[in-house]
């Protein structure tokens, strides 16, 4: 079965780090764009960054570009995303997502084929 699965979400103070983890589980993801998005309640799902197969390119919504920083170790089959300089308007619960891409390629934000069960973070003070 195929799956992801988000850890390290909680409750952090404004100006606090968190790092989440995307662990997959029944595929590999060497060959697999990894996204984050976030949900806040009442708003819409937001992209906020995505990382290539090989890790040589990434891609960042304004709203959290100099403060987030996504990776993946493709040998322990997780991704990351580092949140640094954390806000109130971080407030979400965040998913990992894959989809399949070509190495060499670049990731984009549109179209998704697995998705994580999502993990809760909180900013406040």
């Known amino acids: 079965q195929l799956q992801l699965v988000e850890s390290g979400g909680g409750l952090v103070q404004p100006g606090g780090s968190l790092r989440l983890s995307c662990a997959a589980s029944?595929?590999?993801?060497?060959?697999?764009?990894i996204g984050w998005f976030r949900q806040a309640p009442g708003k819409d799902r937001e992209g906020i960054s995505c990382?290539?197969?090989?890790?040589?390119?990434?891609t960042y919504a304004d709203s959290v570009k100099g403060r987030f920083f996504i990776s993946r170790d493709n040998a322990k089959n997780t991704a990351y995303l580092q949140m640094n300089s954390l806000k109130p308007e971080d407030t979400a619960v965040y998913y990992c997502?894959?989809?399949?891409?070509?190495?060499?390629?670049?990731?984009?934000?549109?179209?998704?084929?697995?998705w994580g069960q999502g993990t809760q973070v909180t900013v406040s003070s």
């Open positions: 990382v290539s197969t090989s890790g040589g390119t990434t």
């Open positions: 029944g595929f590999t993801l060497d060959y697999y764009a």
């Open positions: 997502a894959a989809y399949p891409l070509p190495v060499h390629a670049v990731c984009n934000m549109r179209k998704y084929d697995y």
